[in-house]
């Protein structure tokens, strides 16, 4: 199936990244709407909480070294991106607090934050909502047992929000090549068929790449590691009656990557799947019904091997997680502006790890199944310029192990009960200016990577077995997020954010890096631990032709009787400007900075890295327009200033690449 999919991808070469969008509709969005704070449509003026957004002129002129949609989020305050290459997750974090403590959205239905945005397009994505601050009562955790385990919405959430109306029929194709004998390319279209909206689109990738290890890295690339990536991906949103008072969506994403890591028999081939399809009627004019159901899939394989003069495979191996997330929910507006939700949600979870010694038969390592269920209800209530809101919801979780490093558990069973409550405050002084507050909890509980590991603890220092050691005695983590804050827009489109929070979990999970060669990781318990910062933001629409911004994010992290949270820094810094001209042109460069982090909270046995600044540049010129078609030019240019910053397990950045293509919307 696999290479079917990677067949049909290159049969459309000749149709086929950047992160473009709406490539005919260039426009900017004056009044500004989110759904993430609420599950309805709300003025980001009449939500507590403090969310960004990414419409598609800004996510069209981000450049993606490493091709990973956390990127795209990368120049918000609060955020550490760590994407480790091209072929690997982020390693960020959020708010100081780790890589698991903002969850993904697709439509408001959770999918993974390590997985999933490398495998999504944002073709299909209309805007980006980023939550800063506790999100756990309208949406659940992520019951992922592979990376870091389950992840919560306790520092926020990243909602990807989908195209759904359809308003300009048009196809754009764009093929494009770079460094690395990098080719890139997509084809788009979209369209609407009296009340029926569509998106169509499939992407490919291949590339040589290059050496992303340090020098005496356990990856051990003897070549240019190579790879391919394919997506195919639809969507599709039928209005019965013609306007909103009742809609179906559905959105199909199938991708595909496979390559090596820099060696004959380091192979790997990795399929991902994603289904979202949701219903919504207004039931009448003060109540509106939503129902949605997804399911997530995912098959990685890779292979071991032995090195010496002459490379032998060892084994094969693999993990295979198919998650289905569902929600139901009723929101009853009441009085002049008030509402009340209420809804349930669900997921299941299957999780296995198997290895093939190369002796005709599959051995599992790890195989459970997982289940949550919840129900929750949240009041917002206006007085004049005072806003309040309050919410609570209950979480039944079990784990069924079947078996934890090949044999059987000591505790086939697990279960547990919490109960999350979520409260904010936002007071409007004038149009112009207003202050906020928001408190929420979490409580999350150990994925079977964690306690199971990939590898057995005897193997701890072994050369050659690099994974991650179990741990099954960890606990459950339980967290507590508060922010405080205060927008302001001043004359001359001047937006000015400040932002405070303060994060604590007890017995939180965290990943430390046991050994860098081999490399091995082992998930603990480092008891009390702390985030605590403040962000400010600058931003401007001078014009239509002309936004910048500007950002400063400080945190302190804090490990009871250790040391920092791992991949948590200290100072983030990011600005930008997006120009745009008469003729055509239009430059957007954007600076990040990053002052260093810690691989582990241990402080004996911790490595420190520092990126320190990331420039990058985009730039397109139209060279050809009409009333049916316009044709541009464009250029990537990433990490300009060649910094090839270490990361932790021996990778590094490799520097700088570029990026040229053409783009032709008709």
């Known amino acids: 199936m696999k290479k079917k999919g990677l067949l049909f991808s290159g049969l459309l070469l000749s149709l086929l990244p ?14 500004e709407v989110v759904i993430t ?41 609060g955020v550490s991106v ?73 520092a ?16 754009v194709i764009s093929p494009s090549f770079g460094s690395y004998n990098t080719f890139n390319g997509q084809v788009y279209n979209q369209g609407n068929l009296e009340n029926l909206h569509y998106f169509l689109g499939t992407s490919y990738e291949s590339s040589d790449y290059t050496n992303y290890g340090t020098e005496n890295s356990w990856l051990n690339m003897q070549k240019n590691p ?65 129902a949605h159901m997804g399911l997530r899939q995912y098959d990685r394989t890779w292979q071991e091997s032995s090195f010496g003069v002459i490379d032998t495979l060892k084994s094969n191996n693999g ?12 929101t009853i507006k009441h009085g002049k502006e008030n509402s009340f939700i209420i809804g349930s949600d669900y997921q299941s979870a299957e999780y296995s790890t198997w290895s093939d010694p190369l002796n005709g038969y599959r051995s599992f390592g790890n195989k459970s199944t997982a289940m949550q269920a919840g129900i929750y209800a949240q009041e917002e209530v206006h007085f004049s310029n005072l806003l309040l809101r309050g919410g609570i919801r209950y979480n039944y979780m079990k784990n069924d192990i079947e078996l934890i490093d090949g044999g059987a558990p000591g505790e086939k069973m697990k279960e547990w009960h919490s109960l999350l409550w979520s ?67 001043l004359p001359l489109n001047f937006k000015i954010t400040v932002r405070g929070f303060y994060l604590a979990i007890n017995d939180a999970i965290v990943e430390n890096v046991v050994s860098q060669n081999p490399s091995q990781t082992q998930s603990v318990n480092a008891g009390q631990t702390t985030s605590s910062g403040i962000e400010l933001e600058i931003k401007q629409m001078f014009s239509s032709s002309i936004r910048w911004f500007v950002n400063y994010t400080y945190m302190d992290t804090r490990v009871k009787g250790a040391g920092t949270v791992p991949f948590a820094p200290g100072h983030l810094a990011n600005a930008g ?19 260093g982090f810690y691989d582990s909270h241990v402080k004996d046995s911790r490595g420190f890295f520092k990126p320190g600044a990331l420039l990058s540049i985009n730039a397109s010129q139209v060279v050809a327009i009409t009333e049916n078609y316009k044709i541009e030019a464009f250029g990537n240019l990433y990490n300009v200033t060649n910094n090839k910053y270490e990361m932790p397990w021996q990778f590094r950045n490799p520097g700088f690449s570029s990026m040229a293509g053409i783009r032709a919307s008709f």
Request: glycine share 10%; net charge neutral; aromatic share 10%.
């Open 423 to 489: 409260t904010g405050i936002k007071y409007k002084f004038n149009s112009g200016f207003s202050v906020f507050t928001n408190a929420g909890n979490s409580f999350i509980t150990p994925g079977l990577k964690s306690t199971g590991g990939t590898i057995s603890l005897s193997d701890k220092g072994v050369i050659g077995r690099h994974g991650q050691l179990p741990n099954p005695d960890l606990m459950p983590e339980a967290g507590l997020g508060i922010d405080a804050g205060t927008e302001a827009t």
């Open 156 to 171: 926020g959430t990243i909602n990807l929000i989908l195209k759904e109306r359809i308003y300009d029929s048009y196809t």
């Open 18 to 31: 950047v992160f473009s969008q709406d490539s005919l509709r260039d426009t900017i969005s004056l009044d």
């Open 37 to 77: 704070g609420s599950k309805a449509p709300r003025s980001t003026g009449n939500v507590t909480q403090k969310i960004d957004i990414l419409d598609s002129r800004e996510i069209s002129r981000l450049v993606s070294g490493n091709r990973n949609i956390a990127e795209a989020i990368m120049y918000t305050p």
């Open 82 to 154: 760590s994407a480790l290459s091209r072929n690997d997750a982020n390693w960020g974090t959020y708010g100081g607090i780790g890589p698991k403590y903002s969850t993904y959205m697709l439509q408001g239905l959770p999918i993974d934050a390590f997985v999933d945005p490398q495998a999504l397009d944002l073709n299909a994505v209309d805007r980006i909502e980023v939550q800063r601050g506790p999100a756990s009562v309208l949406y659940p955790n992520y019951l992922s047992q592979d990376f870091a385990g389950n992840q919560s919405p306790l």
């Open 577 to 595: 400007i997006n120009l745009s001209t008469p003729f055509g042109l239009t430059v957007s460069p954007y600076l990040n900075y990053n002052d």
């Open 319 to 330: 993990v295979v997680q198919n998650i289905v997330p569902a929600d139901i929910s009723l």
């Open 226 to 290: 190579v790879y391919k990536r394919s997506r195919l991906y639809g969507g599709a949103t039928w209005y019965p009656a013609g306007n909103e008072t009742q809609k179906l969506t559905l959105f199909v994403n199938k991708a595909f990557h496979s390559g090596d890591a820099g060696r004959v028999y380091r192979g790997f081939d990795h399929d991902y799947g994603t289904i979202n399809a949701g219903y919504s009627a207004e039931l009448n004019d003060r109540m509106k019904f939503q």
